[in-house]
């Protein structure tokens, strides 16, 4: 019994996944957050860009495939970065703990209503 409603949950949220989070203010919120609103926003994801570019320009490799691989590294590398510092920034909590808390109250209505 147990088990069945839990499957039953689970095609109930896979359902309706996307408009339960869109009504929690705080996941809406935090969804916002992510999105390039300032001039600051854009600078922080220029930097990878720039920083890919003067490491090519600076060939420390004989090997231009060598440079490009390298390049390519520090671009990722520099843009994980700048999205880390974007999101400590942000001050928001993860969207993965926001939809677990919203799929927990989720599943606290569905029992009740269930019963």
Same mark, same amino acid.
Request: proline share 3%; net charge negative; with cysteine.
């Given at each position: 019994m ?13 359902e ?5 989070l869109n009504?929690?203010?705080e996941?809406?919120e935090t ?11 854009? +600078?922080l $994801?220029?930097i990878?860009?720039?920083?890919a +570019?003067?490491?090519f320009d600076w060939?420390? $490799?004989?090997s231009?495939l060598?440079?490009?691989?390298v ?7 520099? $843009? ?14 993860? +969207? ?5 808390e ?7 209505t569905f ?5």
């Amino acid at each position: 019994m147990n088990q069945e409603k839990e499957t039953s949950f689970e095609q109930y949220w896979q359902e309706n996944r996307q408009q339960l989070l869109n009504q929690n203010r705080e996941y809406k919120e935090t969804l916002e957050s992510y999105k390039m609103h300032s001039g600051a926003d854009w +600078l922080l $994801f220029a930097i990878p860009v720039v920083a890919a +570019l003067l490491v090519f320009d600076w060939h420390p $490799f004989a090997s231009e495939l060598l440079c490009w691989i390298v390049s390519a590294l520090v671009a990722i590398v520099s $843009f994980a970065l700048c999205v880390a510092v974007k999101s400590y920034t942000s001050h928001a909590r993860p +969207l993965s703990e926001i939809e677990a808390e919203v799929k927990e109250q989720a599943r606290k209505t569905f029992e009740q209503h269930k019963s």
